[in-house]
């Protein structure tokens, strides 16, 4: 048997196949869901109108609460002052609150004041059946409350039923206007759901339900599900849950009628979908079976042409191919694995690079620690030896020039490890960002006053423009770093007397912060390779002050961590400006 004919036997085996298992999957699988489906948004919908009504207990219970927590309600059941009833309790109180009956009942159950209202028809109604409704299913469950006691027990509401109607009720003790016990007497609001009120629920939900009393019948039937489902029709659904009363007890029936759309338009999809499958899957076999010579043979053919190639050496080459198909993702999988072999070349070379970097820094800084550090050191030490030895023979001046000079030395070590120990941090990538609002022109004032000594001795003027309030969004840590080193290496390179000047412009939204000075400036050739950290930048200071070098590198580091950057303008011999930007908000 040919190549051709077995393949076309296995298709069309395959075919039927799939056409059985396609049938039994809409059948058992997907119809099923679109009737789950069609029960759930059954359930969403009565849920809807059991929300409802949640709304509305929740908007009587705030009324209740509301007259409970007043002082002139406190006093009214104990003192029945009439002025509080003229002014409170009339009918349009009753109308604006949406409320059928108010009653004001004292601490031994006794009524203070009540009445009944047709809300739409304006008639007051017989209140002696809601007065025992009242006093035997509603008082006693009323929470009370003692001497000083907050009132944080939950208020009485919910359903019951009075002569047949059902009824939404809200009820209380009433307290101080501070929420504290005792308890005064209590409160009681009840609302009749009239079929206006069902009609209301019906337009607001868009359903077409019904409430009514479970009867005893249906109180002893009662399922342990929430929800009853069944199908009237093929075009309709019935849906029912229980309202349990206040004592939670089921009390009446929601029921509603709904459209059978989902499972309608399910089975039409289905019937539309298994036509379109086996039109579709006739046509793929008509294809498959004319391609078959084009889509086998060739691709395996190249396969086997790559493999040879690269066992000869040849490690770039690639198949080239495209396909949907088992071979194409065969083809596809092999070129990802050249690709993956060379981003791993690559990686490693990468990483080679980093460690070579990696070491460089580590020679820089153990070369920094090993000469800058050891300058002061020597100089602490030789000086505190002097004074620890000598200073019974040195005079107080000698003394003071000594102590001086070692405090000069504690400066310049505290400053280079303080930058060390930063530099290091951002190296090792342990540098966090905290970025928050900062107040720029305390930050700066901060930073001047830390140098006020400094520019005292050696008789420097530091001034601030008039900055204004400006609030920059940065991390606090990296702004102060920055202002202190530039303010630092200016005072360092400005001779006595001269002037360095801390510039702060508004620029759209962002904040440029400038540090000049009229110090010795620097030349085109050293500003190129400022920060280079491989080449030795640093100078002495005008009043042979050292450094590494280190401090602007470090600016540089921690302003590009944040999306900034460092910009030099400088003269040999006329000063330099040292500027970077800081956004004014939050991007």
Sequence with gaps: MQLKTKVMLILLSLFVAFGVLQYGAQKFIVYPSFIDLEQEQAKTNIDRVVEALKVRLNNLKTMNSDWANWDDAARFVTDHNPEFAASNLVDESQYNLVVNFIFFYDLNHKLVWGKVLDLESGEELEIEPYLIASKERILPRIPSYGDKEEGSKKPLTGLILIEGKPVLISARSILSSDNQGPTRGFLIFGRIMTEGIIQNLREQTRLDLNITPLTQEQKNQVQPSPYVISEIDANHLEISTYLPGIDGAPLLLLDAQLPREISRNGLSSILYAMASTILFSLLILFVVLLALQRTILKPVTLLHDVVRTRQSGDRLVRTGYKSDDELGQLAKAFDEMVDAIDQAEQKITSQRDKLLEINKQKNKFFSIIAHDLKGPF??????????????????????EEYSQDVHTSATRVFRLLENLLEWSRVQMGNLKLAPKMINL????????ALFAPTVKDKSLTLALNNLEQIDVYSDFHIVDTVIRNLVNNAIKFTPNGGNILIDVKRKDTWAEISVIDSGVGISQEKVFHLFNLDEKTSTPGTSGEVGTGLGLHLCKELLEKQGGQLVVKSQLGKGSAFSFTLPLQKP
């Design 441 to 448: 022109k305390e930050v700066i004032e901060d930073n001047i």
């Design 378 to 399: 020597n100089s602490l030490l030789g000086f505190s030896s002097m004074l620890a030895n000598n200073s019974k023979n040195f005079d107080r001046k000698k003394i």
